[in-house]
């Protein structure tokens, strides 16, 4: 399955790192060098969560930052005991 937010459609994007050598001209230097650009990907933080959805608990991918905002909610904690029900 792809990693992908089913609410907000966050995905996995490609992009680079850099690597640079030398000191900064702020400090004295003569200027950052680029020696290096490598391939990354950045990943989003997903998380399979259970969700009310219509009235229906299902199972979501969702980004942790919907699950902090509160967006996404949740259902009701199961009473596993039956005598603490009463």
Do not use: D, H, W
């Amino acid at each position: 399955m792809p990693r992908v937010c089913q609410f907000s459609g966050k995905k996995t994007k490609s992009g680079r790192t850099y690597t640079t050598r030398g000191l900064a001209k702020s400090k004295g230097g003569v200027g950052k060098k680029t020696t290096g650009k490598t391939l990354r990907r950045f990943r989003p933080n997903i998380q399979k969560v259970r969700a009310v959805i219509n009235g229906r608990t299902v199972r979501v991918k969702v980004t942790a930052k919907l699950l902090r905002r509160g967006i996404i909610e949740k259902p009701q904690k199961r009473n596993y005991n039956p005598e603490m029900a009463e």
